[in-house]
C-alpha cells in the first residue's frame, strides 16, 4: 500500500471496472514469490522441474493461441492519427477506450487483482521510470519480479510522490462461481488489445498472457511509451543490447547493437569470443535508454533486471553463458519436458531425447512432426544469475556508448560489417534495415525480409518518420565527433547451398575487433558506394579457416543485388509518406546513382 494519492485511485477506480474478488499489493519478495508458485504448482498451471538438476526452476505452458506478441492486435492510439504514422494500428483513444472498457468490465471476477510496482532503470538513477501494473495473472506478477525492479522499494518512491505510468492487464477471462479455470486462461485472438495511448502515458492490455503482450514493463513502457517520452525529452529508447567490450591491453569500450527480434541479440551480448584476450560482458540484451552525458557523448542504460530470451537454439555451443544463467530460479515457458523432469528444446542437445511432452503437454517422441518446444519458447531469468554480467550494469549514469551495430537476417546483400560515413549516413542504415521474419510475432510471413527500421518497427511509439527525425536531431544535441560511429552487420549471410557463410557466434569478435580499433582509429577503411568496409588485412582471421573466396563474398557488394534492394527501399521509403526527412531521400538518391 502506498498514501500516494494517484496511486490509491488508479487502484480504486481499476477495482471498480474490473471487479475482483480481491487486491493483493506486490511486495516483491522472495517469499511472496514462493507462495504464489506453490500455488500455481497446485492448481497444475505451473510445473516444478527436477529441483536437483535445476534448481528453483518451473514450466509453463501457454495457450496455443497466445504464443508470441501479436502485432496486428497492437494499438497506437494517439489523439491525431497522423502521429501514429504508417507503421502502427491506430484507433482513436475514446474509441478503443471505450470498446476496451466493455472487456475490462468485471473481467477479474472469480481472481485476485495484483498491484505491481515496478521500477524500469535502477532504482535511483536519473534513467529511471516507475510503472504500475495492474494484472489478474499470477504469472505475469512471477516474471515482472525478475524482469523489473519490483515490490517495496519501488512503493517507498511513489510515498515520496514519483510519477508512474498506469499499466493495465487482464487475461481477459473472468471466473464465474462454479466455473472450471483453463491452465492457461485467455482471450480468443480477436479480443486481444494491447494499447497504448502515448499522449496520456498510458498501457491497456487485454486478453493475453504471453511475454511482451503481458509484461508491460518490457515493450511496452520501455520501448513503445518510453520511446515518446524520450521524443519529448531528448533522448532515445531503444531496441538493443548493451556490451562492455575489453581488449587485451584491458581497455574499455562500450556498443550497442540494433538486431530485430529473435536474430541473436541474447547470443551476441553474452558471448565468449573466440579470439584470445578478448572479454565481453553482459549490460543488457533487449533494451536499452540512451542520453547525452554532461560530456556530450551518449550514454546507455538497460531498463531491465533479467532475459526474456528465446530458447530454441540456445545451446552450450550457442551460449554457454546462458545456459549457466538459466540453471536456477528461472521460468520457462512453452520448452519441451524430458523424463527426468529437465527442460528441452530445439538445438538444445546435438542428439534428441527418445521421449518428451511437448510444449502443449502431448507425448512427443523422435518421430513427431511436430517441434517439441514452441519456436517462440522462452525463459525469464534474472540478470544477476548471468556469469557475464558486467559490473557496470547499474551505474547510475549508464556507460559511455563508442559504437551502434545494426543488424538483421539477410542471406545476401548485406556484407559482414559496413561502418557508416557520418551520423546521417547511419541513420540511413539504421531507417533501411531489414530481417527475414522470425518466430518472435505471429505472422505468416515467416522467412521473408521485411523492414524493421532500428529494429523498432513494432516498437516505436509515434510516426516512423519523426522517429527518423528525432535520431538525424542528435547532430544539433552534441557535436557529431562525440556521437558513437555506427555499424551494419550481418552474420547471416548464405551461400548457394544455403549454408552459413560466416560462422557467428563466439566468431563475431572478430568483427567486434574491428570496431573497437576503428573506434581509435587504428585502421582504416575501404570505401565503397554503400558506406566502408575493412581493409582485408585489418580483420583478425587468427585460427579461422576460411578460404579467401568465403572471405570475399562476406564483403562482396553485388551490384545486381544493390539493384533490387535500392528499388525495395525506395518502395519502402514511398512507402512511410511524405514526411520521410529529405536528408534520408537524399542518402537514397546518392545511392541510386550507383544501382539503377
Ligand atoms: C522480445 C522480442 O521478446 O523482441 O524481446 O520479441
Ligand atoms: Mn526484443
Not at 541 to 561: A, C, Y
Request: a negative charge; hydrophobic letters at 35%; one cysteine or more.
Amino acid at each position: 500500500m502506498t498514501e500516494n494519492r494517484k496511486v490509491k485511485a488508479f487502484v480504486e477506480e481499476s477495482a471498480i471496472l474490473l471487479q475482483p474478488n480481491q487486491i493483493y499489493w506486490c511486495d516483491g519478495s522472495l517469499a511472496e514469490a514462493t507462495q504464489l508458485m506453490e500455488e500455481l504448482v497446485l492448481q497444475n498451471k505451473a510445473i516444478r522441474l527436477n529441483q536437483s538438476l535445476r534448481p528453483g526452476c518451473y514450466l509453463f505452458r501457454s495457450d496455443p493461441s497466445d504464443v508470441a506478441r501479436v502485432e496486428n492486435r497492437t494499438f497506437i492510439a494517439s489523439i491525431d492519427e497522423k502521429d501514429a504514422g504508417p507503421t502502427n494500428n491506430w484507433v482513436h483513444p475514446d474509441e478503443l477506450k471505450a470498446t476496451m472498457r466493455q472487456f475490462f468490465r468485471g473481467s477479474m471476477k472469480g481472481r485476485t487483482m495484483y498491484v505491481i510496482p515496478f521500477s524500469m532503470g535502477p532504482i535511483g538513477s536519473h534513467f529511471s521510470k516507475i510503472g504500475i501494473q495492474i494484472t489478474d495473472s499470477p504469472y505475469v506478477v512471477l516474471n515482472m519480479r525478475i524482469m523489473t525492479r519490483m515490490g517495496k522499494s519501488v512503493l517507498e518512491l511513489l510515498d515520496q510522490g514519483s510519477d508512474f505510468v498506469p499499466c493495465l492487464h487482464s487475461i481477459g477471462y473472468p471466473l464465474n462461481e462454479g466455473e472450471m479455470d483453463p491452465l492457461w486462461p485467455c482471450a480468443p485472438i480477436e479480443q486481444k488489445y494491447i494499447s497504448h495511448f502515448p499522449e496520456e502515458k498510458l498501457i491497456w492490455s487485454y486478453g493475453s498472457g504471453y511475454g511482451g503482450n503481458a509484461l508491460l514493463g518490457k515493450k511496452c513502457f520501455s520501448l513503445r511509451i518510453a520511446s515518446f517520452i524520450a521524443k519529448e525529452e531528448g533522448w532515445l529508447a531503444e531496441h538493443m543490447l548493451i556490451i562492455k567490450v575489453t581488449n587485451p591491453l584491458g581497455r574499455v569500450k562500450y556498443f550497442t547493437g540494433a538486431f530485430p527480434s529473435a536474430c541473436g541479440k541474447t547470443n551476441l551480448s553474452m558471448m565468449v569470443p573466440s579470439i584470445p584476450g578478448w572479454k565481453v560482458e553482459t549490460i543488457g540484451d533487449d533494451i536499452a535508454w540512451i542520453k547525452i552525458g554532461p560530456d556530450g557523448r551518449l550514454y546507455a542504460t538497460n531498463p531491465e533486471a533479467g532475459f526474456f530470451g528465446v530458447a530454441p537454439g540456445t545451446s552450450v555451443f550457442s551460449n554457454p553463458n546462458a545456459m549457466k544463467c538459466i540453471q536456477k530460479d528461472t521460468i520457462f515457458t512453452n520448452v519441451a519436458l524430458t523424463d527426468e523432469g529437465d527442460v528441452w528444446w530445439e538445438g538444445l542437445t546435438k542428439s534428441t531425447p527418445k521421449h518428451l511432452i511437448d510444449w502443449q503437454g502431448n507425448d512427443w517422441n523422435q518421430a513427431s512432426s511436430s517441434k517439441a518446444a514452441h519456436p517462440n519458447s522462452r525463459f525469464t531469468a534474472s540478470i544477476q544469475n548471468c556469469p557475464c554480467i558486467s559490473s557496470n550494469w547499474e551505474d547510475t549514469n549508464g556507460v559511455p556508448i563508442s559504437a551502434i551495430l545494426f543488424g538483421g537476417r539477410r542471406p545476401d546483400t548485406i556484407p559482414l560489417v559496413l561502418e557508416s560515413t557520418s551520423w546521417e549516413h547511419g541513420v540511413f542504415l539504421g531507417s533501411i534495415m531489414g530481417s527475414e521474419m522470425t518466430a518472435a510475432t505471429i505472422s505468416n510471413e515467416i522467412g521473408n525480409v521485411r523492414r524493421d527500421p532500428f529494429a523498432m518497427k513494432p516498437f516505436i511509439g509515434y510516426h516512423v518518420c519523426d522517429y527518423f527525425n528525432h535520431w538525424l536531431s542528435f547532430t544539433n544535441r552534441t557535436k557529431e565527433e562525440l556521437l558513437p560511429k555506427i555499424y551494419m552487420v550481418n552474420w547471416f549471410q548464405k551461400d548457394q547451398e544455403g549454408q552459413f557463410l560466416w560462422p557467428g557466434f563466439g566468431e563475431n569478435a572478430r568483427v567486434l575487433q574491428w570496431i573497437f580499433e576503428r573506434c581509435d582509429q587504428q585502421v582504416d577503411t575501404i570505401s565503397t558506394p554503400i558506406g566502408k568496409i575493412p581493409n582485408p588485412r585489418d580483420l583478425n582471421l587468427d585460427g579461422l579457416h576460411i578460404s579467401k573466396n568465403r572471405f570475399e563474398q562476406l564483403f562482396n557488394i553485388d551490384p545486381t543485388s544493390w539493384k533490387k534492394e535500392v528499388t525495395s527501399i525506395h518502395n519502402y521509403y514511398q512507402s512511410l509518406g511524405s514526411t520521410l526527412p529529405k536528408v534520408l531521400k537524399e542518402q537514397l538518391e546518392k545511392l541510386e546513382t550507383y544501382y539503377t
